[in-house]
Structure formats: structure tokens, C-alpha cells
């Protein structure tokens, strides 16, 4: 549910500046933004929060918080995507003269400020990309109903995307921080208007971190290794046919970790995953739940994985091309609800560097005359048995007795839409969780895929290896 209704006078004002007729690369939008910070509103709330996703379609990076909403409950993804629908129909483009933080960007660019970026840029104009429709909203979705989820549209961006480089502003216009969300003025967002007061930038890296104190916030590894063998036993019994099982661990280090330095350690070490920071979740996630790019949708399944040296395995052993095959097989009775026609090839080995996936890629290409947007797609196809387990409904159940614990945004649905619905929303897998009070401590989190005949020491070494991107990318 959302706490509050859209105010009638109420409107997103945003302007789109083209910087360059080139795309840049993540770390040239990243230096971008850096270099404009100064152009972010002093009225726009959590100043200091840092928006990042990066992919091969766009590559983003932001500041502050135009406007945000929550949402929980069984309805969770209608709710959002009615919130969308009404955020499109109150946004408006300006040109400008509202705001001299809107109206500095052109001289900051003319200045020579776009220097490091692909080529040199044009004088900057409004204009709208090839292949988005302003605004971009970002979102990051709740594994079960309880978990609050997010939508976000950031303060100031640049945004790389079409052969093009953009510089993003928008403000919420009549006072109210968000719509369908917090109100500016409750408890809540005491965090938002303390982030008004000058602090630290929350782009200039720090030096690198070391763990100081490692805990395990709800099962020891042994007793995860006992939960793997229960789940064996149910599977052995008839009771389901997979049940993806993650742990937890918490990591203290020795000082604030830069989320900067983090994304962009990902961007570079992993450029065939999805890199985000969207709320205190970040991550690189190998796996695509639903891509609408051009009305036409593709799904990425991943199941089924092994170190690279053991890779060819994964093409004949069958455990692993059962596991593969249930997961597929639940992406395609989800979207088969969509009336979507689909098309299945026969997986492939997907390299990661440190693992390597048995991956089917599901397209589709009759979005358009179904409606069917980015998010309603990933909403049906949410949760996947890649995550969850086989059948779904049983897996699930299963979870928190076995895992005991909230898995909360992890496995769950993050990414973005435009105002045509088009968009990528991955699986927030590879990813740890920043604790809200402390920039020093994080919350890693990895599963894997039990089967019948599942080796519980074997998953609990798959989980550390899926850990051990994200823990190098803390104490880069």
C-alpha cells in the first residue's frame, strides 16, 4: 500500500541537456556527474544519496532525490505501476527561468566542463533521446509483499544511452518530497532534511577498507549446511521439485565505504552483468528478468553453475540441467499468462570470470498489442524458480522456516522504466546491503539451487563464491 495520494497541483519538473552525441563509458558519466554536483538543487532531498545502474543499453549515475515512493502489500507492482503511470502524466518538461540550478548547467557545459567525456559535445539544448521517454524512474522491489519497495527518480543524472550523453534535473514542484509515498513533513524523512546541511561528497572515493568483524546474522554456516540437507529430504520426498536456498553475512570494516568506488569497481570487472546502487542495495547481477527494449522482451534464465576450470560440466551433468530446465520452464508458464509468444533456445555457457552460468535467453516480440510494460513483466515473472524454487508457491513457503531469515530486496526485482513502459528489470542478485545507520557495515547475501542430490558443502562453497565479487568490490 502507499501512504498518500498525488497532490493535484503537484508536478514533476525535469529538464533533459544533451552533453554529447556519443555515449560515454560508466566512469566518464561518473566523472561528469562529479564535476556538476555543484548544479544540485539545494531544496532537493537526500542529497547525498548515490543512484547508479550500468548495463550495455544505459549507463547512469545521480544525486539526490526528486521524488520517491513506497509500497508493500500483494499488490505491490500494480500499485507502482499506477504510481508511474500518474508520475508520467504530472511531469513536465521545462526550458528553464524556474531555477538558476537548471538554467547553470548550460554555462557550466559551454565551459568546457563535458571535456573528459567521448567527443566534444554540442552546445546544450533540450532535446529527447532516441530510445527513452523522459522521465526515467529507477525501482527496487521487495522479495516477499512485506518488504517495502522503492521508486526513485534522482535530482540530478547524467545518463549515457542511444549514442548519446545527457544531463538530467527535476524537482517535485508544491513542497511534497514524493507522491504516493512520505510526506515531506513526517518522521520519516527527517533523514531527507538533515541531508540539506553540507556534508562530504558522496562521490569522492575513500581509501581502500578491511574487514574488521565478520558475523552471521541468522544461520552459521553448519547450520545452513543443515538447512541444505532438510531441503534435500523434501525434495527426495516428493515435497518440491528445487528450493533455492541464500545466507547471509554482515561485514564490519574500518571506515565509510564510497558506494562510488564500489559501482564503479563492478562496472569495470563485470561489463556483461547490470551494475545498481538504488537505495542501500548494490550489486552487479548476471541474470535479466525482463528487458523491453524497441517492444521487444527478453528474459535471461540463469541456472545451473561451477567455477570456469569445471564449466564444461555444466552441459552434461544432470543435476545441473535439471535445475537449469525447472527454472526455464518457470519462466515460460509465467509469461505464457501475458499471452506472450515466445521464443526458447537451448542454453549456453555464460562466463562470468569467477563462475560461469548455464544461461537460456526467452524473447518475445508481441509486448505492444498485449500492453504490456517492462515491470508488469517483471512482475509475473517474479519470483523465478532461478531464486525461489519449483513450484513456486511451495518453494516459497518453504524459505522462512529453512533460511530464517528476510531476505528483504535481495532476489528481487531492480532496475528501471521510462515513460514508455520499455526498460531492464534484473535480479538483484551479487549484491550486499549498506546498513541505513552505519556506511561502515554490509550485509552480503548469495544462494543456491538444492536438488534432491544436492552436496550441502558444495552449495555453501557456491554461495562463498558468488560472495566474493561483491566482498572485492567493498575493499577495492
Excluded at 542501500?280 to 523491453?292: I, Y
Excluded at 558444495?458 to 560472495?467: G, Q, V, Y
Aim: proline residues 5%.
Amino acid at each position: 500500500m502507499c501512504s498518500s495520494s498525488l497532490s493535484a497541483s503537484g508536478v514533476l519538473q525535469y529538464r533533459v541537456s544533451r552533453l554529447s552525441d556519443d555515449d560515454c563509458d560508466f566512469e566518464q558519466v561518473n566523472r561528469l556527474l562529479e564535476q556538476n554536483q555543484h548544479l544540485l538543487s539545494s531544496a532537493a532531498a537526500e542529497r547525498s544519496t548515490l543512484t547508479v545502474w550500468s548495463g550495455e543499453r544505459i549507463r547512469l549515475a545521480g544525486l539526490g532525490v526528486a521524488w520517491q515512493a513506497h509500497f508493500s502489500g500483494e499488490n505491490r507492482f500494480t500499485a507502482a505501476e499506477e504510481a508511474w503511470r500518474n508520475l508520467c502524466e504530472h511531469a513536465q518538461e521545462t526550458s528553464g527561468g524556474e531555477d538558476k540550478n537548471f538554467a547553470a548547467a548550460a554555462g557550466a557545459w559551454q565551459a568546457g566542463a563535458a571535456k573528459n567525456c567521448c567527443s566534444k559535445p554540442e552546445n546544450i539544448r533540450c532535446s529527447k533521446p532516441g530510445k527513452i521517454t523522459w522521465p526515467l524512474v529507477l525501482g527496487s522491489f521487495g522479495f516477499t509483499p512485506a518488504t517495502p519497495s522503492l521508486l526513485l527518480v534522482p535530482a540530478l543524472a547524467v545518463v549515457a544511452s542511444g549514442g548519446n550523453t545527457w544531463l538530467w534535473q527535476a524537482r517535485w514542484q508544491e513542497g511534497q518530497a514524493d507522491f504516493r509515498g512520505r510526506q515531506g513533513n513526517t518522521p520519516e524523512n527527517a533523514k531527507s532534511k538533515a541531508a540539506l546541511a553540507p556534508q562530504p561528497s558522496p562521490l569522492s572515493p575513500s581509501n581502500p577498507a578491511q574487514v574488521t568483524h565478520e558475523t552471521y546474522p541468522h544461520l552459521q554456516p553448519d547450520a545452513w549446511k543443515a538447512a541444505v540437507e532438510r531441503a534435500t529430504t523434501e525434495i527426495r520426498a516428493g515435497r518440491a521439485e528445487k528450493i533455492v536456498l541464500a545466507r547471509d553475512k554482515e561485514l564490519r570494516f574500518d571506515r565509510d565505504v564510497s558506494l562510488a568506488r564500489v559501482t564503479r569497481y563492478l562496472a569495470d570487472k563485470y561489463p556483461t552483468c547490470w551494475t545498481y546502487a538504488i537505495g542501500d542495495l548494490v550489486g552487479a547481477s548476471p541474470e535479466m528478468l525482463a528487458s523491453v527494449n524497441e517492444g521487444k522482451l527478453l528474459c535471461r534464465v540463469l541456472a545451473g553453475s561451477d567455477v570456469p576450470s569445471q564449466e564444461q560440466r555444466l552441459l552434461s551433468d544432470p543435476k545441473e540441467r535439471l535445475e537449469h530446465r525447472l527454472a526455464v520452464q518457470s519462466a515460460e508458464e509465467s509469461l505464457t499468462e501475458l499471452n506472450l509468444d515466445l521464443e526458447v533456445p537451448a542454453p549456453r555457457l555464460l562466463h562470468l570470470g569467477y563462475v560461469t552460468h548455464l544461461a537460456t535467453d526467452i524473447t518475445a516480440e508481441n509486448l505492444a498489442e498485449q500492453a504490456v510494460t517492462s515491470l508488469r513483466a517483471a512482475a509475473a515473472l517474479h519470483p523465478t524458480a532461478a531464486v525461489c524454487g519449483k513450484p513456486r508457491e511451495v518453494a516459497a513457503e518453504r524459505l522462512a522456516e529453512l533460511e530464517a531469515m528476510d531476505r528483504r530486496r535481495y532476489a528481487a526485482p531492480i532496475g528501471w522504466m521510462d515513460a514508455a513502459g520499455e526498460g531492464e528489470w534484473a535480479i538483484a542478485l551479487r549484491c550486499a546491503e549498506r546498513d541505513p545507520a552505519r556506511a561502515d557495515t554490509y550485509r552480503l547475501i548469495a544462494g543456491a539451487g538444492i536438488m534432491g542430490d544436492s552436496d550441502p558443502q558444495r552449495e555453501l562453497a557456491e554461495t562463498e563464491t558468488k560472495m566474493s565479487p561483491m566482498l572485492r568490490a567493498l575493499q577495492a
